[in-house]
Nanobody, 127 residues
Framework: VQLVESGGGLVQPGGSLGLSCAAS????????MGWARQARGKGLEWVSG???????HYADSVKGRFTISRDNTKNTVYLQMNNLKPEDTAVYYC??????????????????????WGQGTQVIVSS
């Protein structure tokens, strides 16, 4: 199983950045996917999730600014981040939940419910 994030970097406040997570080694099309982040000195924070049917959910802190999407033909999940703020600075991780059984909207934000995590990509929002 592999999850490889890419697309991180340095961006100015108000700018945009797109992250990608390439998946392999499992049935991507039937798996839920999620993004979480960890700022320096803080705990891991759930950001967004997407079910196999494409339905999406977001943390309040990013709602209206971030968009999660997936391409099942490329086994890739994306996170488009707009209107970035300095507090968005963090290492961003993607994760997968292989079975959507009992994986409700409330459960989607529980980090321990995910089966596998990528290594992360750094996003820095600074002028």
């Amino acid at each position: 199983v592999q999850l490889v994030e890419s697309g991180g970097g340095l961006v100015q406040p108000g700018g945009s950045l797109g992250l990608s997570c390439a998946a392999s080694g499992f049935t991507f099309s039937s798996s839920a996917m999620g993004w979480a982040r960890q700022a320096r000195g803080k705990g891991l924070e759930w950001v967004s999730g997407i079910y196999s049917d494409g339905s999406t959910h977001y943390a309040d802190s990013v709602k209206g600014r971030f968009t999660i999407s997936r391409d099942n033909t490329k086994n890739t999940v994306y996170l488009q981040m707009n209107n970035l703020k300095p507090e968005d600075t963090a290492v961003y991780y993607c994760a997968t939940r292989w079975s959507e059984r009992d994986f409700s909207i409330a459960t989607m934000s529980v980090l321990s419910e995910y089966d596998y995590w990528g290594q992360g990509t750094q996003v820095i929002v600074s002028s």
